[in-house]
């Protein structure tokens, strides 16, 4: 199939071709803003190695309606758990009445087919859909870097990521069951190990000189064998990240003789409550702890926790295509080859103004202890080395922030991204 390059949002590539059938092919998108970036850095074309990796993604990956994994992977008892086949096909494919199709009917109209984080609506939101190709997750229960646990996953599809226009899996049409969570979870897990893997065939691919002869991925090269067995390496490193997580999970201790309110309403009582008490105690104890220098939470999120810290800087996912590649997130002009081939326009970070009371990632206080404790991936927010009795009497003080909902102001931009969601 000839592609049609530079069409950002083309993942309906071909239509009604000689001979097929009259339903659009879907296909998934290659990476061409990370492509270009290498391209920007190492000075190299990179058609070549666009194509070879395209190659190397349909022998292990398969297509949105024929998803496949990798023969490595299905041949060891131990990776092959991570993903279920049944799963993936029940996923995948185009919305039927068979019950196959759920990304494409729930998630794609944000995270895109190839979960590029660019469906059609995505450049219209505050909040940027994930991009799942970088293998990266914020809200999870494991440690700074390491990957999502199969819970960590299933608690943000059923609960959606609140304040931003994913909404919880019990408001979507039609109805999703449980199982349809996992089928789920399972082809974001899919989604993410593909683009990880193209990422790093790309990365390989600006290395290569075919000038030279020397080829990425081609079976009938006389190397081939090398390059198969680089795949399937870089392949089995993905899946080791996936396989870890369980032993990443980073314990809750016992808050001890700190109270914590299991519900904010409960923590506004007792701070309305007449006298001292050990809860405003704590809450006093956590402000002096977020103003602190060790903390450093103020710098982010402002004195007040109003999330206007001086601080200007950008996500993982923008810096990717940006700073990592010497362009500077405010120079417009010269992100403009990257921005023509899908890149999302950079955003500064925004840091979380407590007075919403919107936590992301869950706000019980568990949520709260792992999220100040590990820290947000992918954001510039750093894991807290604090004793935990201060992560527990941080906990208290974000969430005294938090004011009772309004009808309108703080909450507008939340609100409005909701409401482009019901009206898809
Ligand atoms: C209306 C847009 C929208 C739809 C539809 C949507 N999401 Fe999301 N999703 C988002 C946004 C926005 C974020 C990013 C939140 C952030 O970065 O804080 C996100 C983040 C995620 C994350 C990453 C969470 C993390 O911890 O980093 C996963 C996984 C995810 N979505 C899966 C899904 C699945 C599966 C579906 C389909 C059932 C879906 N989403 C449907 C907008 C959407
Ligand atoms: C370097 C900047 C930075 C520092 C320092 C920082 N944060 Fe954050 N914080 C952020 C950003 C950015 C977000 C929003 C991340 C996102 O969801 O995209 C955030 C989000 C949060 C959230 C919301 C989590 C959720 O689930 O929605 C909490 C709670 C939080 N920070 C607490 C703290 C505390 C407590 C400290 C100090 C120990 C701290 N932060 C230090 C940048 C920072």
């Known amino acids: 199939m000839k592609r049609c390059f530079g069409l950002g949002l083309a993942s309906v590539a071909a239509f009604a071709c000689l001979g097929c059938r009259q339903e ?27 194509e070879q990796t395209e190659v190397a993604l349909t022998r292990f990956f398969g297509t949105p309606d024929h998803p496949l994994l990798p023969e490595v992977v299905t041949s060891d008892e131990e990776y092959s758990g991570l993903v279920s086949m049944e799963n993936l096909q029940k996923a995948a494919g185009a919305p039927d009445d068979s019950g196959r199709g759920l990304y494409r009917q729930h998630c794609s109209t944000c995270h895109g087919v190839v ?30 870097s390491a990957k999502p646990t199969r819970e960590d996953l299933t608690y943000v599809i059923k609960h959606g990521v609140v304040g931003t226009a994913m909404v919880p899996a019990d408001q979507l049409v039609p109805k999703v069951t449980d199982e349809d969570i996992q089928a789920l979870v399972d082809y974001v897990i899919y989604l993410s190990w593909r683009g990880e893997f193209e990422r790093a065939m790309l990365t390989e691919g600006g290395e290569v000189e075919f000038e030279e002869g020397e080829s990425l991925f081609d079976p009938t090269s006389s190397t081939f064998e ?14 080791d990240s996936w396989l870890e997580a369980e ?57 007040e926790g109003h999330g206007d810290g001086p601080q200007q800087d950008y996500d993982d996912w923008t810096k990717d295509w940006t700073v990592r590649i010497g362009i500077d997130p405010v120079d417009e002009a010269a992100q403009v080859p990257l921005v023509a081939r899908g890149a999302l326009p950079a955003r500064k970070i925004d840091p979380r103004d407590f007075r919403l009371g919107l936590f992301r990632g869950g706000s019980e206080p568990e949520h709260l202890y792992r999220r100040i404790a590990a820290g947000i991936d992918g954001t510039p927010m750093p894991a807290a080395t604090l004793p935990e009795e201060d992560i527990w009497n941080l906990v208290n003080f974000v969430r005294s922030l938090a004011e009772p909902p309004k009808e309108e102001g703080v909450e507008a931009e939340a609100a409005q991204d909701a409401s482009l969601q019901a009206s898809r």
């Open 24 to 50: 659009p092919v879907v296909t998934f998108e290659p990476n061409w803003v990370y492509s270009k970036s290498v391209e920007i850095d190492t000075g190299y074309p990179m058609q070549r190695a666009l």
């Open 115 to 144: 979960g590029n984080g660019r469906g059609s609506t995505a450049a219209l939101l505050a909040v940027y859909p994930r991009d799942f190709r970088m293998g990266k997750f914020k809200f999870k229960s494991t440690t700074r």
């Open 226 to 239: 090398e390059q198969l067995a680089f795949a399937n390496d870089t392949i089995l490193e993905i899946g």
């Open 247 to 303: 032993d990443r999970v980073k314990d809750v201790p016992d808050p001890g003789d700190i109270p914590v309110p299991a519900t904010i309403d409960e923590l506004r009582a007792a701070l309305a409550a007449d006298g001292d008490s050990p809860v405003k105690q704590s809450v006093a104890r956590g402000k002096e702890v977020f103003e602190s220098e060790i903390a450093a939470c103020a710098k982010c999120h402002g004195k």
